[in-house]
């Protein structure tokens, strides 16, 4: 095809009829709307005297900010792909006939992910989410392979910006981690994630195993809602256990010389929270009571809810209910067992690679509700 022969009507028309449908369901106009009195709220002079409301204020605008300039930012792309297009025919130039296809990728990816976002609209989808990994059969290697995991969550939120915090790590003997507790702060956060949930299952030749067999591997994801400042879970303290203990670090290792890390144990449930990432005992009893009212409140949604495994479930961590496949040996694959979804480079998964897997299992959903 010759440069004079570009045509990418087609493509451009189907992409700005997406856009359209984006737009349609964002509502541009009543998030101009929020953007505007979120501004009036954090111009006032009195604001930081009440820090929690500031930061909740500032966060809100930052993020309907970031949302209004996507669109806009998408609106504008594509009208430049149509000139760059024109004039890659007009002066039969090949160098800029690859920059609009380039472009043209660019944008399909752009507004593929923002068209599974606009199917985020569950009730807690917009919310922060805490996400808990736990090892599960397979011995020292599903201790590595959970912190394997964990690895990944956090490289996807450094790659898209989003604010995580490790509230918690329980780090096994040997190698890896019994469990851990996080926390990714964005938007939509709890909605994008929650596919995550479930059994995974990871199969290689194990590097604890002196004979070089093959392993399989389980390890558990569970992701929960955090609960806004402003919700009330009551949790009355005669319904907790708290203990405190000594941080320590990989190994053991003791990063901290006082009792600062807090376990709550809420009796009624069993639900047990950890957390140590703060250096006083009174932060971290904060910040464990949070995810424990996280976890409650989910929990009071399920049993009101006839389809309560549809956020979390019964995550046994073992053999017959993976929902996911990460084989290293004997080839080389990651595969969804909902979806079908796969990706032929572990590495690349593990090293954060994980939004084709989220978007299949968000729109996997949205055909299971309907």
Known sequence: MTVLELDLSEQIAALRSTFGDIRSVVDVDSLREQIAELSE????????????????????????????????????????????????????????AIEARAELVSLQKVLGELEVQTLLNGEYDPRAAVVTIRAGAGG?????FAEMLMRMYLRWAEQHGHKATVLDTSYAEEAGIKSATFEIDSPYAFGTL??????????????????????????????????EQTEVVEVPETDIRVDVFRSSGPG???????????????????????????????????????????????????????????????????????????????YQMVKDLRTDYEEGNPSHVFDGDIDGFISAGIRWRKRKIE
């Not at 996507?70 to 002066?91: F, G, P, Q, T």
């Not at 194990?206 to 992701?223: D, H």
């Open 252 to 330: 053991g290792q003791s990063v901290n010389t006082t009792d600062s890390a807090v376990r709550i144990t809420h009796l009624p449930t069993g639900i047990v929270v950890s957390c140590q990432n703060e250096k006083s005992q009174i932060q971290n009893r904060a910040a464990a009571l949070r995810v424990l009212q996280s976890r409650l409140l989910l929990l009071q949604r399920e049993q009101e809810n006839a389809t309560k495994k549809e956020l979390a479930g019964n995550i046994t961590a073992s053999w017959g209910d993976q929902m996911r496949s990460y084989v290293l040996a004997p």
């Open 194 to 227: 929650s596919v995550e949930a479930g059994t995974h299952r990871l199969v290689r030749m194990s590097p604890f195993n002196s004979a070089g067999k093959r392993q399989t591997s389980f390890a558990a994801v569970e992701v929960v809602p955090l609960i």
């Open 140 to 144: 020292v290697d599903a201790a590595d």
């Open 41 to 96: 709220q954090a111009g006032v002079p009195d604001l930081w005297n009440d820090t929690e409301k500031a930061q909740k204020v500032t966060s809100a605008l930052s993020h309907r900010q970031a949302e209004l300039a996507k669109i806009v930012s998408i609106e504008s792309r594509l009208d430049d792909l149509e000139i760059m297009v024109e004039l890659a025919n007009d002066e039969s130039d090949e160098e800029s």
